[in-house]
């Protein structure tokens, strides 16, 4: 199946600063969504971004799907951005099933 | 409902007992799933409904782990005779159709009901 690796795993950051995290993945994709998992577990969309680039506030992805990478950049980082990051994908030619990576653990401390 | 719902959100078992996990996906959505996340890793999935009809259960690790959807909405996880390995967060999620290259693929997560199995 198709293997999704993420980068780097761990993270630390002061506020203010900013960062790209990156998604590889190992075969095309028709789907490919971030989430940020907050302490308490709560898993929440960031973006639906198969392809191309979206925007939203400080944070922005893009997805280049013939190089099979994606990536979340997050400006001005914030105490409350702290959590972890998942990248999933869901194989061309499937239904939306999403296979998750090992996720990036960003700490932003003030 | 606004979101996906799930319960219990804690549950403890004995060794050997059966649990049932209960989702209640948001109103109207045709695809659901099970994910199983164990500590420090990322979701792992179990098994896919669209509707009622469960169109895979490739993930699901062993016959213990049964799910259904009788009436394409509510689903419920239930796992038989519970091990230690067992132990794990498990997450519900459901999104408008099932269809590629469609923002309405979109995941709803739910809060997770977290299992442990002394």
């Known amino acids: 199946g198709i293997q999704v690796e993420q980068s780097p795993p761990d993270l630390i950051l002061q506020e203010g600063a900013n960062s790209t995290l990156r998604c590889n993945f190992s075969?095309?994709?028709?789907?490919l969504q971030w989430f940020h998992q907050n302490p308490w577990g709560q898993l929440i969309n960031l973006f639906y971004?198969?392809?191309g680039t979206k925007q939203n506030g400080r944070l922005s992805a893009t997805t280049v799907a013939t190089e099979r990478y994606s990536l979340l950049y997050i400006s001005s980082s914030q105490t409350t951005d702290s959590g972890v990051y998942f990248c999933a994908v869901g194989e061309a030619g499937g239904y939306n099933k999403l296979i998750f990576g090992a996720g990036t653990r960003l700490a932003v401390h003030p | 409902g606004a979101g996906v719902s799930q319960s219990p959100r804690y549950k403890v078992a004995k060794r050997g007992q059966d649990v049932a996990l209960r989702c209640d996906p948001i109103?109207?959505?045709?695809?659901l799933f099970w994910y199983q996340q164990a500590l420090g890793q990322g979701p792992e999935f179990l098994t896919y409904f669209q509707n009622e009809a469960q169109l895979d259960k490739s993930g699901l690790p062993s016959d213990r782990f049964f799910a259904e959807r009788p009436e394409g909405s509510v689903s419920t996880l239930k796992i038989q005779r519970t091990q230690q390995e067992d132990s794990a967060v498990y997450l519900c999620?459901?999104?408008?159709?099932?269809?590629?290259?469609?923002?309405?693929?979109?995941?709803?997560f739910g809060a997770g009901s977290r299992l442990t199995v002394l």
């Open positions: 971004i198969p392809s």
């Open positions: 999620a459901s999104s408008l159709t099932s269809g590629p290259y469609s923002g309405a693929n979109v995941l709803t």
């Open positions: 109103s109207g959505h045709v695809s």
């Open positions: 075969d095309s994709v028709n789907n």
